[in-house]
């Protein structure tokens, strides 16, 4: 199911893209006549509103790899992060606003995976805009039924000593995964470390890179 | 201290965080929250009142019986003070 490079290519190499000119639905349109209202009231700009979705734009998963790096080679910050993950993050410069954050560890004897089954609740206001698979019903209501399949099929094998611990996002907390730092990694640096983090990885459907 | 709680059986209409698939259901407290904005009244745009919101582990074999995919896995799901009971 889950990856987002399945895309099919017309006989002249060309992504198939379905045509997205249909009419606004209607919480579109109700979204543009709020904004449009505020603006007209005096309540934001424009120039406020563009730079909110800037904001939100220049967030990535990049924030949470050095997140995870930082916690892999400090083991004082490690125990800071899984106190309070939005501390956490706070302390290494990240502006999370006011994001509630739980960060759960992946072990040699759990695997943890996050999802939010009654929408699409992520954690972005650190990693950004969460990747469209999340956001469907099927991840969203297979990942709390079928944990192990899903995982399988995102090519993540656990043994069957292993625990899985499914995180459901159902109300003001958001979660992220602190991966096991990958074997044959004790001579990278920081910076190194954190190009081995996936978003993915930090979602629990994938794990860290491995060294080269 | 592994206090045991269940999710009410209710399905009232409106919106609501408890998830369905959770409801009746017996877990756990992982862990206490502290106090949020109750969503049933921030959804409508109501003056929230403050509730307490914990963390409850399920089991697989609780949530999916005989069918769970691996019995001793857990789910975990935020779960606001007043859709718990003692279990």
Same mark, same amino acid.
């Not at chain 1, 009419?23 to 505020?38: G, K, N, S």
């Not at chain 2, 019995?71 to 606001?80: F, G, H, K, S």
């Given at each position: 199911m889950p990856h987002d490079h399945h895309d099919h290519l017309s006989p002249s190499g060309h992504p198939f893209r379905p045509d997205n000119d249909s009419? *606004?639905?209607?919480?579109?349109? #109700?979204?543009?006549?709020?904004? +449009?209202? %505020?603006i007209e009231k005096g309540v934001m700009t424009p120039a406020e509103i563009a730079a909110q979705i800037d904001a939100m734009d220049a967030r990535n998963p990049a924030n949470g790899a050095a997140v995870v790096a930082r916690a892999w080679v400090d083991l004082d910050f490690k125990a800071r992060l899984l106190a309070d993950a939005a501390a956490a993050s706070r302390e290494m410069g990240f502006d999370i606003g006011p994001l509630n954050l739980i960060a759960v560890e992946n072990t040699e004897r759990v695997h943890?995976?996050?999802?939010? /089954? %009654?929408?699409?609740?992520?954690? &972005?206001? %650190? %990693?950004?805009?969460?990747?469209?698979?999340?956001? /469907?019903?099927?991840?969203?209501? &297979?990942?709390?039924?079928?944990? &192990?399949?899903? *995982? &399988? +099929?995102?090519?993540?094998?656990?043994?069957?000593? #292993?625990?899985?611990?499914v995180h459901d996002s159902t109300a003001d907390m958001r979660y992220i995964v602190l991966p096991a730092r990958p074997a044959g990694t004790a001579d990278l640096t920081e910076a190194q470390l954190a190009e081995l983090v996936t978003r993915d990885s930090m979602i629990g459907t994938g794990l860290p890179r491995n060294a080269l | 201290m592994a206090e045991r709680v269940r999710v009410k059986a209710l399905m009232p209409p409106g919106h609501v965080r408890a998830p369905a698939y959770l409801r009746g259901k017996t877990g756990v407290i992982e862990r206490r929250l502290g106090t949020f904005g109750n969503p049933e009244q921030l959804a409508y745009g109501?003056? $929230? =009142?403050?509730?307490?919101?914990?963390? !409850?582990?399920?089991?697989? $074999?609780?949530?999916? =019986?005989? =069918?769970?995919?691996?019995?001793?896995?857990? !789910?975990? $799901?935020?779960?606001?003070?007043?859709?718990?009971?003692?279990a």
């Open positions: 009419p *606004l639905t209607y919480w579109q349109q #109700m979204e543009i006549a709020v904004r +449009e209202l %505020l943890n995976l996050i999802v939010c /089954t %009654l929408c699409s609740c992520y954690p &972005r206001n %650190l %990693l950004g805009l969460p990747p469209d698979w999340y956001k /469907t019903r099927e991840y969203r209501s &297979r990942a709390v039924r079928e944990p &192990r399949t899903v *995982l &399988r +099929e995102f090519g993540v094998e656990l043994s069957d000593d #292993m625990q899985v611990r | 109501h003056k $929230a =009142g403050k509730k307490h919101l914990l963390r !409850v582990r399920f089991t697989m $074999a609780e949530l999916w =019986g005989e =069918g769970a995919e691996a019995p001793d896995d857990t !789910v975990d $799901a935020e779960i606001y003070e007043h859709w718990l009971e003692e």
